[in-house]
């Protein structure tokens, strides 16, 4: 089975303060990888993603994610956070060995202080 | 935003009562979601149909029932619900199952 675990589920910054937040699955296989964000009254939206190739991904509105094959880690990170970055950010997981699971993680709620 | 549409937005139902939930997609995916969103616990999956194959979390109790009658519909039959059950409902869709997931608004959902 395939799990997601992410660190921090509350963050709080300021803005210009640089952001990361961690990502870790387990799975014995081949992975896809996903971050996506959740903006106050909106839907749930794809950030970014991980099929293959670069392990340094770039997303929309700044954001990047490394896959680090070694560590089972995908994480997010931004150089200089906005007040409009104030979401809910979920990793998400899912192995292409035939499963049709995706997984969650249990997300982290950022808040950016003008 | 308008490719996957949810009614209703809002529900609210008694423990004897049936509802069904409706989710549309409008992407020409080949797979579609349904998730629990509740307040501090991870996005749950509850049921998954690709390409007319159901798969199911087995955790899911009997009182949810899927229903997708073709690749751009789908619905949730809700029916002797509990308060506990009471959380945003969020389908989703996406193009084969390990891609890109899109998600509607959710159905706020309240069991008295």
């Known amino acids: 089975a395939q799990s997601v675990s992410q660190h921090n589920h509350h963050v709080i910054l300021s803005e210009a303060a640089s952001l990361e937040l961690g990502c870790n699955y387990s799975?014995?296989?081949?992975?896809?990888l996903f971050w996506y964000v959740q903006y106050p009254g909106q839907h749930l939206q794809l950030l970014l993603k991980?099929?293959?190739?670069?392990?340094l991904v770039k997303g929309i509105k700044g954001f990047e994610a490394e896959f680090i094959k070694s560590k089972f880690s995908f994480n997010l990170r931004k150089p200089s956070v906005q007040w409009s970055d104030t979401a809910e950010y979920f990793c998400?997981?899912?192995?292409?060995?035939?499963?049709?699971?995706?997984?969650f993680g249990r997300g982290t709620s950022l808040i950016v202080h003008p | 935003e308008t490719g996957v549409t949810q009614t209703p937005r809002h529900l609210v139902m008694g423990m004897t009562n049936k509802k069904s939930l409706k989710c549309e997609q409008h992407l020409g995916h080949n797979a579609m979601y349904w998730y629990k969103q509740s307040a501090k616990k991870p996005l749950e999956l509850m049921f998954v149909y690709s390409l007319e194959e159901r798969v199911e979390n087995n955790s899911v109790p009997s009182r949810f029932s899927p229903e997708c009658p073709n690749s751009s519909h789908l619905f949730l039959h809700l029916h002797t619900l509990q308060p506990e059950d009471s959380a945003l409902y969020l389908c989703?869709?996406?193009?084969?199952?390990?891609?890109?997931?899109?998600f509607g608004p959710g159905t706020r959902l309240t069991v008295l």
């Open positions: 998400a997981v899912n192995g292409r060995g035939g499963s049709y699971i995706p997984t």
């Open positions: 991980y099929f293959s190739g670069d392990p």
């Open positions: 989703a869709s996406s193009q084969d199952p390990p891609d890109t997931q899109y």
């Open positions: 799975y014995g296989g081949t992975v896809n």
